[in-house]
Antibody, heavy 121, light 114 residues
Framework: EVQLVESGGGLVQPGGSLRLSCAAP????????MSWVRQAPGKGLEWVAN????????YSVDSVKGRFTISRDNTKNSLYLQMNSLRAEDTAVYYC??????????????WGQGAMVTVSS | DIVMTQSPDSLAVSLGERATINCKSS????????????LAWYQQKPGQPPKLLIY???TRDSGVPDRFSGSGSGTDFTLTISSLQAEDVAVYYC??????????FGPGTKVDIK
């Protein structure tokens, strides 16, 4: 049922960088607004960033502005999250998720299994 | 930003009984021009990603059992499980996707068997 596959998670020191990838082999990727949603250990869900179908519109939560960059490559059916200046509070499972809403204001009907990012010295 | 709250934080219900979860938004998520509430419900089981249950506040996603139903409008919403089954043990989240991001989630409600 899961149609998205994240990779690139791992352990990184505070101040370090990491790049997450999300592959979408089983869907018409270019139809989807895509998002990253994270979940700190034992906590709830937090929407992080999203990007429209052609990559011309991007939004992010205030806590990651200037540090995280969302991007996509429709030729590779892939979504990315470049995370710089990582902090301990960025430790979480990062999910990619998508909606077919043309405006991006729609429910997330596809999700990946998640990638764990741990920021610790 | 729109703040989402949920109640209760957790509840325990006997098998076959009704479970009711409430969600409130700090701003109306009803787009009156099209009469749609920009509100979804997700179910998350341990170790799994969230799964979409309900969107537009009351539309069940494909394959979701009809014991799950959503209701409400504006700022107050309810997810009801009419007859709790063992496989419904999970955390349930509401989420608004009204207007521009951030698309905020509620803090979650944990549902267990009594």
């Amino acid at each position: 049922e899961v149609q998205l596959v994240e990779s690139g998670g791992g352990l990184v020191q505070p101040g370090g960088s990491l790049r997450l990838s999300c592959a979408a082999p089983g869907i018409t990727f270019s139809f989807y607004w895509m998002s990253w949603v994270r979940q700190a250990p034992g906590k709830g869900l937090e929407w992080v960033a999203n990007i429209n179908q052609d990559g011309s519109e991007k939004y992010s939560v205030d806590s990651v502005k200037g540090r995280f960059t969302i991007s996509r490559d429709n030729t590779k059916n892939s979504l990315y999250l470049q995370m710089n200046s990582l902090r301990a509070e960025d430790t979480a499972v990062y999910y990619c998720a998508g909606t077919t809403s043309s405006s991006g204001r729609g429910p997330f009907d596809i999700w990946g299994q998640g990638a764990m990012v741990t920021v610790s010295s | 930003d729109i703040v989402m709250t949920q109640s209760p934080d957790s509840l325990a219900v006997s098998l076959g009984e009704r479970a009711t979860i409430n969600c409130k938004s700090s701003h109306s998520v009803l787009k009156t021009s099209i009469n749609k509430n920009y509100l979804a419900w997700y179910q998350q089981k341990p170790g799994q990603p969230p799964k979409l249950l309900i969107y537009w506040a009351s539309t069940r996603d494909s394959g979701v059992p009809d014991r799950f139903s959503g209701s409400g409008s504006g700022t107050d919403f309810t997810l009801t499980i009419s007859s709790l089954q063992a496989e419904d043990v999970a955390v349930y989240y509401c989420q608004q996707y009204y207007n521009t991001p951030p698309f905020t989630f509620g803090p979650g409600t944990k549902v267990d068997i009594k």
